[in-house]
């Protein structure tokens, strides 16, 4: 059904610090979107600003197709948010909590509870449900936050650094609900993290976003080429001669992987072959050793992931 | 060339117009019945609720609730011995024997209407100086704001809580001390003296309600509840001690000698009396001795001319109402600017998650 987000010429100021700074950018239906970028970056704030939460500078705001800074009551009635840190009346139930939100959605108090009972059960919190929520662990909080996001059936929900103090098998849990709930009901999700692994577990696309810009967006694979714009490809080979004396030496080998074309770099150490190119050319590669008699004892791409795509810009910045 | 000029003008000015419209006929969209009124409407009714539901089972709440009631009562008991003394001595029409429930006292405890004086104000600060912040804080606040419910609703919301609580408790100590009296004396009020006290407990609801609003604008201001707490009470405690500390000061020093002229004194006497109009308190003492006392007669000194000839008999309720209408604007003024002044700054505000 088109594009749930979408944000073209973004820009807020406070004072004369550039926090957001002319974001375009949008989201499809049914798309995990991850928002990846260092402490104020400027990610809240975008997050308030589709919300209608905060006013805008400049540029423009649609959440599924409404215009977040005319009628930010349209739009939150449909986009579920869950605060970064979120916060609960600790002297009232799980339950009642969730209730009181659903009522603020004007959920009619039976169909309310109903549904609160199936989201409880959803996140698994049905038994801590009469439980005051101060006695509710940080990972239990983190899923009521959740229930209480998905309580409006939303047709977006925005997560800001939701896994934020939880345990590596919590975030791994939580991480799997909010996927297997954006499947199964077709929800957009725009997940803001700085955590690079966690957002290449869940996210389809990716934009990293720093000092208010959004330097790349893309699929992960992508962003690598859109960053670097060269030697991509970093292949490990291990060779092996039992036969001594019937090969060219190693150093004749590596003259011929310099000839492939756009290889830009070999290092040889220790029978181990370090090779950079711009291209995948690890075909070639393994063919061209077999036929030189000697063996392949390993041959591993490193494809860079987001923490190296991460560290190269701040390498940049520096 | 000046018709030009005037054409143009003109043209800006429906411009203006027109545009003014639009923002208008917008503001209103909200109260439509056919889009999103009713669905406004129903959520504010929750919010109320629970605030409501909070104060009422908050041990603040519970503890003051218990102060106010047990000093009235005390005080109820003192005055009823006395009262009951002066009817059976007393058989005139006119001595308003409910009116002195409210305010007279055998001396060992001060009268009902101090104490709800004196302890209002506390009652009111204790209601909303966490109003805000404690939200804020506690990181319920964007979870609430993120819900499609307008801004202001949470500031109303809270306000309306407040001002409920408080008139549902000062129309129960109202309405006790006349249950009591009645058991009591065996007479029923006449219609003059249960308006004058229906009018007082709606009066003291304005004066705690101002104290209300003072402390949620402190609260939408500061972000730790205890420096809102402490910057309300330094208020209320500036009014009641320091400020007429210095107002005697001041009057002191500009006292007319004995033999100064008329008008001089006059001057005097005048300033003597502004001064002490800007204070709350004062507002408020002088509502109710007007209200619960039908002989006051005057508020602001008097010339010998205009007490000439004056009989010294009680007002009707109507006069009575009218000697304090200025003190009534007053305080309905301070009230509503501490309000505006909270409701302002928390629409403009940036809200973030425990910012």
Redesign the interface.
């Known amino acids: 059904m088109g594009k749930r987000i979408e944000v073209s010429g973004l820009t807020k100021k406070y004072g004369s610090h550039l926090a957001v700074d002319d974001l375009t950018l949008s989201i499809e239906k049914g798309e995990i979107f991850g928002l990846l970028g260092p402490n104020g970056a400027g990610k ?1 704030t975008t997050i ?1 600003m589709l ?1 209608g ?2 006013e805008v500078d400049s540029g423009s705001v649609k959440v599924c197709g409404i215009d977040a800074t005319r009628s930010p ?2 739009v ?2 449909k ?3 869950l ?9 009232y139930s799980g339950l009642q909590n969730l209730m ?2 659903a ?4 959920i009619p108090i039976k169909q309310a509870r109903k549904s609160a009972l199936d989201i409880l059960e959803k996140v698994g919190l049905l038994d801590a449900k009469d439980k005051k929520v101060e006695s509710y662990s940080r990972g239990m909080r983190q899923r009521l ?1 959740l229930a ?1 996001v998905l309580i ?1 059936e939303p047709e977006v929900i925005i997560l ?1 650094e939701p896994t934020l103090g939880l345990d590596p098998e919590g975030v791994r849990k939580f991480l799997q609900l909010i996927v297997r709930l954006s499947r199964k009901q077709g929800i957009t999700v725009l997940f803001s993290s700085h955590h690079l692994h966690q957002i290449q577990q869940v996210c389809d696309r990716v934009g990293i976003f720093v000092k208010g810009k959004l330097l790349a967006e893309g699929k992960i694979s992508d962003l690598a080429e859109q960053l670097f714009t060269k030697n991509t490809f970093t292949i490990e080979v291990g060779v092996t001669s039992d036969q001594t004396n019937l090969n060219p030496p190693l150093e004749e080998v590596t003259k011929k992987i310099k000839q492939i074309k756009s290889v830009a770099n070999v290092t040889l150490n220790n029978n181990c072959f370090l090779i950079e190119s711009k291209h995948d050319i690890s075909d070639e590669l393994s063919k061209l050793i077999v036929n030189l008699g000697y063996g392949l004892s390993y041959l591993t791409k490193k494809e860079y992931g987001l923490d190296d795509i991460y560290h190269q810009y701040f390498q940049e910045e520096k | 060339m000046n018709t030009k000029v005037f054409k143009i003008n003109i043209a800006n000015f429906a411009k203006i117009k027109f545009l003014e419209l639009i923002n208008f006929i917008d503001f209103f969209k909200r109260r439509t019945p056919d889009n ?1 009124s009713n ?2 409407l ?2 504010f009714k ?2 109320v609720q ?1 605030e409501i539901t909070d104060h009422i ?1 908050n041990w603040r709440f519970i503890i003051l609730f218990a102060i106010i009631a047990l000093a009235c009562m005390g005080t109820l008991f003192s005055t009823l011995a006395d009262t009951a003394k002066t009817f059976a001595t007393n058989n005139s029409e006119n001595t308003f024997f409910f009116l002195n429930l409210f305010t007279k006292s055998d001396g060992t405890l001060p009268s009902f209407f101090v104490f709800v004086g004196f302890l209002g104000p506390l009652f009111g600060i204790s209601l909303g100086f966490d109003a805000i912040s404690s939200e804020q804080n ?3 606040l ?9 801004r202001d609703y949470i500031i109303n919301a809270k306000f309306l809580a407040g001002i409920i609580v408080i008139s549902v408790m000062l129309f129960t100590l109202s309405f006790l001390v006349i249950g009591a009296g009645l058991v009591a004396l065996g007479i029923p009020p006449t219609a003059e003296e249960f308006i004058r006290i229906v009018i007082y407990t709606i009066l003291s609801i304005v004066y705690v309600s101002f104290w209300l609003n003072l402390s949620i604008l402190f609260s939408v201001r500061f972000k730790q509840p205890a420096t809102s707490a402490l910057s309300g009470l330094a208020v209320w405690l500036f009014f009641t001690i320091f400020y007429p500390l210095i107002v005697n000061i001041i009057i002191k020093g500009s006292e007319p000698s004995k033999f100064a002229s008329e008008s001089k004194i006059f001057i005097y006497q005048k300033l003597k009396f502004y001064l002490v109009q800007i204070m709350p308190s004062e507002l408020f003492n002088e509502i109710t001795s007007a209200l619960l006392v039908p002989s006051v007669r005057s508020l602001s000194p008097l010339t010998m001319e205009q007490m000439h000839g004056a009989i010294p008999s009680s007002l009707p309720i109507g006069q009575s109402l009218l000697l304090v209408w200025p003190q009534v604007t007053g305080l309905l003024a301070l009230t509503l600017l501490c309000f505006l002044f909270s409701y302002v700054i928390f629409m403009k505000r ?5 910012g």
Do not use: H
């Open positions: 809240s308030l919300l939460l905060t009551l349209d939150k009635s986009v579920g948010y605060p970064e840190d979120v916060g609960f009346y600790n002297d009181y939100i009522r603020l959605n004007n936050g209480d409006k800001d | 999103a669905f406004s129903a959520s929750v919010m629970k089972r506690k990181g319920t964007s979870r609430v704001m993120a819900q499609p419910i307008p940036e809200i973030r998650s425990r």
